[in-house]
């Protein structure tokens, strides 16, 4: 998540990674611009928004989307992509909404982080470890089955 972010005077979260065409050069999104962008859809970011992770302004029934929304949408994803809940990702967010200054933010995002690190490296390693399983099983299955079709078997 790190990749994405920065504070500013107002603790107002930013995206500052260089895009590869203009959107963080525009102030303002639609939900449509999000969704097409971030490949979700227009129900997934109502559905951030009624969950408080997204918070667009309103102009009559549309929605406005600030910079702010989009990095807030760019790191819910990352979030999700990672394995962090739906209410981690709220509590991380709304850290970097305190004006109490960026320590407290920063220590308490790095363990959450290495946390999850830990959990990720866990989950791969248990995939590793059915991999193997299930490879070994195929080729026990693919000898019988070898077997039985040359001896005509059905």
């Known amino acids: 998540m ?6 500013l005077d107002e603790n107002e979260l930013v995206d500052v990674v260089a895009a590869r065409d203009e959107s ?4 303002q999104f639609t939900i449509g611009d999000l969704a097409k ?15 408080g992770l997204l918070n667009p302004k309103r102009d009559g029934l549309n929605r406005v989307y600030t910079r702010r929304d989009r990095a807030r949408l760019k790191l819910v994803l990352m979030g999700k992509r990672v394995g962090f809940s739906l ?7 709304d850290l970097y ?14 363990s959450r982080f290495s946390d999850q690190i830990a959990v990720l490296e ?12 299930l490879s070994r099983t195929v080729e ?4 019988m089955l070898k077997h039985k079709e040359a001896s005509g078997e059905e």
Do not use: N, P, W
Request: glycine share 4%; proline share 0%.
């Open 2 to 7: 790190s990749e994405a972010l920065s504070i």
């Open 24 to 27: 963080t050069k525009k102030i």
């Open 37 to 51: 962008e971030f490949k979700c859809t227009l129900r997934t970011l109502r559905f951030y928004e009624d969950k």
């Open 87 to 93: 209410t981690e990702i709220r509590d991380m967010l």
């Open 97 to 110: 909404d305190l004006r109490d200054g960026q320590v407290t933010q920063l220590r308490v995002a790095l």
């Open 122 to 133: 866990e989950q791969r390693r248990d995939i590793e470890q059915a991999i193997e399983e």
């Open 140 to 143: 026990i299955v693919s000898g």
